[in-house]
């Protein structure tokens, strides 16, 4: 039974420190709350505006790219183990590995998933300025087929 004494006095001293956080906080507490006490504040900066009921695609683009760094890390950590028994092998598979997710990496910052100041406007491409391609010549007038153009209908 000695062996377990230091696990319960932890389990006891953990239990304490909780039930003293909570007297030390309801003693601590403001009594009169108000409106600018209770609004929430972040780095200084004062809302001016209600915040948006969703948060914005970025967010959790940026929470994508941590994951999978995330998950690039835990595969390092096995390999640094077992490298040496790997040989050239597994230093090649671990190098593409890697060059497949900084590549992806370079793909988000090109696309602007870290860009995080005023909408920047699409890069306007080849594609888009060609001078042969106008609305008639690209749109497709869906459910005309068979029916007469307007210039038909006005001669």
Do not use: H
């Not at 909570?22 to 409106?35: D, I, K």
């Not at 900084?102 to 090109?110: A, D, G, K």
């Not at 005023?118 to 491409?125: E, H, I, K, L, Y």
């Amino acid at each position: 039974m000695g062996q377990y004494l230091p696990i319960v006095a932890m389990i006891v001293l953990a239990a304490l420190f909780a039930a003293l956080s909570f007297v030390a906080s309801s003693l601590l507490q403001p009594r009169r709350p108000n409106p600018v006490k209770v609004s929430p504040y972040e780095c200084g900066i004062v809302d001016q505006a209600d915040p948006p009921e969703r948060f914005p695609v970025r967010f959790f683009l940026i929470a994508m790219i941590f994951i999978v760094f995330d998950i690039e890390i835990i595969f390092f950590y096995p390999f640094t183990q077992v490298a040496e028994q790997l040989g050239g092998y597994g230093l090649i598979a671990i190098g593409i590995f890697a060059a497949a997710v900084f590549e992806s990496f370079l793909y988000l910052i090109r696309n602007g998933a870290l860009e995080w100041g005023p909408v920047v406007r699409a890069r306007r491409t080849r594609l888009r300025s060609e001078p042969v391609r106008t609305s008639s010549t690209t749109i497709r007038r869906v459910g005309s087929e068979g029916r007469r153009s307007e210039q038909e209908v006005a001669a």
